[in-house]
C-alpha cells in the first residue's frame, strides 16, 4: 500500500488540520476578534495546506517532500502566533502545529 | 468544541478519502488502466468531497447537512463503481464508500 | 471539449472566490473585526465551494448538478452577510455573490 | 485592494488548471488509457497545486513565494509528461504548465 510509510504523517497532519479549524471557528466567537485577527488568518493559511499534504500524501503524489517542506514552514508560523495567545483553543493549536512542523520537516529531508 | 459532536463522522469520511486515494493511486498501476477509467475518476470525486466536507464540519461551517447529502451520493456512486471490481483496493474502496454515505445521510437527515 | 458548455459559469465561480477571497482578506483588516466574523465566516465557506465547483466543472464531474445547487445556497447566504455591511469590498462580494448564485440555480435546474 | 498584483498571475494558474483538468477528463476517454496514466496522475497534481495557489495568493497568503515555488516544480514536472503525448488536449496542457512554470518562477523569486 503506497502511503502506508506516510500513515503517521498523515495522522499529525488531520490532527493539525482539526486543531486549526476549531480553533479558526473558535476564534471568530472570541469577544476581541481584532486581536484573533492575525490567528483567524493563519489558521485558515495552516489547516488547507495540512489538508491539501493530507490528500497528496494519500494518493502517492510525486512531490511529498516538497510540499511537506512548505507545510513545516506554515505549521510553524501559525504555532508561533497562536502560542501568544491564551485561548485553550489557541495553546492546543500551537502544540498540534509545531508537532506537525517537525514531522513534516524530518519527513522532507 | 463546535466540532465534537461530528467526530466519528470526521473519522468515517477520512477513512474514506484515504481508501478512494490509494485506490485512485492503484488503479493507475494496474495492468487494464482503461477497465479502472469510471473508478479513477469517481475515486476523485469522492477523496475530494470527502476532504472537503471534513475541512468544513472542522470549521463548524453552517452549510453541514447540504453538504453531507452531496457527499452520501457521491460516496454512493464511487462504491457501485468499485464493487465491480475484483481488486482488493475497490473492494476496500467500496466498503469505506457505502459506510461514508450511510453516516452523511444520517447526519443530512 | 467536455467543459466548455461550462465555461460561462467557471468564470463566475471564479469572479465569485476572488471577491469572497479578497473580502476575508480586508475584513481581518478592518477597524472592527468582531462586526465582520459572520463575513469572515461565510467568505471562506462560499470562496471554498466556488473553488471547488470550479475544479470539478473542468474536469467533467458527474455531480456538477448537485454541487451548483449547494453552493447556490451557500452563495445566497454569504451575499445576504456580505449585503448588510457598507464597506466596498462587502458590497462587491455581495455582488458576485448574488450573480453565482443565480447562475448556479439555473445551471442545477 | 491586496490581490491586485497576483491578478496576472492568478489568471495563469487558473487556466492551467483548466487545462490539467481537461486533459484529466480527456485521458480518462483516450483508447490507451495505460500510457496516459503518468498523465492522468500529474494532471490531478497540476490542477490542484494551481487552485490552490490562486485560492491562497487571492486571500492575500503570506507563503505566496513558498507556494509558487512548489508550484513551478509541479507545473514543469506536468508540461514535461504532457509534452510527450501527440494528443491535442496534452500539448494544449504542455503549453499551460510550461507558460505557468515560468510565471511563478519569476514570482517566486
Known sequence: ?????????????HECM????????????????????GCIRLDRECADICGYLEQALGRGTPFASELASVCAK?????GNECK??????????????FKCAEECK???A
Open 84 to 97: 501568544q495567545h491564551d485561548h485553550d483553543h489557541c495553546q492546543k493549536c500551537a502544540d498540534a502545529c
Open 1 to 13: 500500500m503506497p502511503h502506508e510509510q506516510h500513515t503517521a504523517l498523515i495522522n499529525t497532519l
Open 18 to 37: 482539526e486543531a486549526c479549524n476549531h480553533c479558526f471557528d473558535a476564534c471568530l466567537e472570541e469577544d476581541d476578534v481584532k486581536m484573533m485577527a
Open 74 to 78: 506554515i505549521c510553524e508560523e501559525c
Open 106 to 108: 524530518r519527513f522532507a
